[in-house]
């Protein structure tokens, strides 16, 4: 799509969108939000058609745009204050093994705070349940490096749970 007619964006907004709006809808818990972060990514993407490169396929390029849009409006809600106090309760829950509801809002919660290698990951693997290879091919990256990040990851969260641990006692 560099460069292309206004025609060729209706046709991939048309496709594409649905897709790209419950995944937003998903990752960022509503409606409103949602819809804001997909109009944005598609505005963009209208924009600056060459951010695009055809280095992969086109819904592999909107579900990595709108994943990092999505991360990026959970750091700046509103709301941040509120998250945070839930997440100390809630961080541990992000084991695998936990009930998806509470897993789904302490991650959310959790991604806030988390860098942004990992916090991508942590939403692949923990949202989306997708293999090291399926999370290596949309990052970028090798296997072995996803594994890493995993890892980093949850050397995170037990640090950010000791450290609220200790903040309340």
Not at 26 to 39: K, T
Not at 118 to 146: K, M, N, P, W
């Amino acid at each position: 799509m560099n460069g292309g007619s206004r025609d060729e964006f209706d046709d991939v907004y048309r496709r594409h969108a649905p897709n790209a709006f419950r995944r937003a809808r998903r990752l960022l818990g509503n409606e409103a939000d949602a819809h804001e972060v997909v109009h944005d990514v598609f505005l963009t993407l209208f924009e600056h058609p060459e951010q695009y490169a055809g280095r992969s396929s086109m819904s592999t390029f909107l579900y990595s745009a709108v994943t990092h849009a999505c991360l990026n409006q959970l750091r700046n809600r509103n709301n941040r204050l509120r998250l945070l106090r839930q997440s100390a309760a809630a961080l541990p829950a992000l084991d695998h093994r936990s009930p998806r509801p509470e897993r789904m809002l302490a991650l959310r919660s959790a991604l806030e705070r988390m860098p942004e290698p990992l916090a991508q990951v942590a939403v692949y693997y923990y949202f989306d349940e997708l293999t090291h290879e399926d999370i290596s091919r949309i990052v970028g990256c090798s296997r072995r490096h996803v594994g890493d990040l995993l890892q980093r990851l949850t050397q995170w969260v037990d640090m950010h749970t000791q450290e609220q641990s200790t903040c309340k006692s």
